[in-house]
Each structure stands twice: as structure tokens, then as C-alpha cells.
């Protein structure tokens, strides 16, 4: 938008309101968002380096659904050992143009830490930590040791024909039991459910055993019905539920 339509709208009866709505219509045009390219350089950059991660969040559930049900304007990952690894994803991603724009100490109940990526264009970066204690006792297992118990964490999808690796069902309707979920995450569990109906009932036992509160976010979470059955669904992340 330039100075001169700014100055235009201002003197306009609207006033200064209608610069604000018209500068966020700009700032919405502008965002991109994250394309299923930017994923796999994402995982591929990382796995040169050597780092296991996995895929969470709206992208983990599109690789287990097999295709892009959504727009995103984040990638999720779960990032293995993160303590001793996130310094060396953060570098790698950096080649991406990828920068480390925040550090949380207290990102949810199964993600104790995060860093956030901010790569321009409406794209963004989560690099998560990953209680794995905490997760196998909510599913009912022993204690994740040395690469015990992965297969029921972890697993493969596909997007855009290239397989990936992700969190299993069970587990992403778990982790999406720790929150009150926006309307996007409601879109992505009904999806979920849809397409593995018996990790619901794996998970319900599950969150009702870890918590009966965790059950009951859990359940307000799976009420949601998508709003369309359109092959893209276009959702603000950042929007409230």
C-alpha cells in the first residue's frame, strides 16, 4: 500500500480504523504460509545433519492423512535429545533462512521446551522437545528407555509422495488432549478420526487414565465438525478457537 492511499483513507470519514484494516489486508496478502516443499527441505536440511525429528502438529496429521488438508503457517517438529541438538537445528535451519525469534520454557504439557523459527512470508518453524516419560505413561507403557517404545510414538506418512517421518494417530490426538484446541487443530482431530477411528478409542483410555481433565479437553476438542469438505481449508493459525 502506498503512503499516498494511507494519507487518502485517513482523511476518509473511516479515519484512521481503515488504515488499520487495510494494513492487515496487506500483511495477510503477503503471507504465504508454508508449502510442502518448505517441509521437506526443512526435514532434509536437518537430516544432513544428522538430527532425528518428527512431525507434529497440522503437517504430522496431513503425512498420516496422506495429503494437504489445510493451509499452515507453521512446521511442528519434534526434535530429538532437544537440549543437546536444537544449538545445531537452529544453524542448519538458518541456511533456510530460517532465525530464532523466541525460546519458551513451558510449551505445553507433553513439550516442556520450544524455539520458534521465523523464516519470512508467513513461515514459521516450532522445534519441540518431547516428554517421552510422560507419553508412554499416558498410553500405558513402560517407561521409554534407548529406543524402546518408539514404534507406538513414532512413525511414517507421506506429503506430496515423499514419505516422512511423523507421529503416530494415538499420539497426535494425545498431544492435541493438553490445550483448548483452535478451530484449525478441531479440523485437523476430526480428520484424524476419521481415518483411524480405533486410535481414538486407544487415546480415550489413555487421557482418561492420565487425567480426567486431559479426557475432557480431549473430547471438547473431537466434538468439532469441519466446516467444509473442500480438498483446502484455509485457517489463521494464530486465530482463536
Known sequence: MTNALKRLVKASPMGPPAVRILDWVTVKRRRVGVQAEDVRQALAVLEVEGLRCWLAGGWGIDALNGRQGRSHYDIDLILDRFEENEPRAVKALARLGYRMVEQRHVQGLWMPRGSVLDGGAGRNIDLLSLDLNLACTA??????????????????????????????????????????????DRFDMSRLVSRFPDALSVTEASAARFSR???????????????????????????SP
Open 139 to 184: 498410553l500405558g507403557l513402560p517407561e521409554a528407555e534407548e529406543g524402546a517404545n518408539l514404534d507406538a510414538l513414532f512413525t511414517h506418512g507421506e506429503i506430496s509422495g515423499r514419505k516422512v517421518p511423523c507421529l503416530t494417530a494415538p499420539v497426535q490426538i494425545l498431544f492435541h488432549a493438553g490445550y483448548w484446541a483452535r478451530r484449525c
Open 213 to 239: 481433565a486431559t479426557a475432557e479437553v480431549m473430547q471438547a476438542n473431537l466434538d468439532y465438525q469441519p466446516p467444509t469438505d473442500a480438498p483446502l481449508v484455509h485457517f489463521d493459525d494464530r486465530a
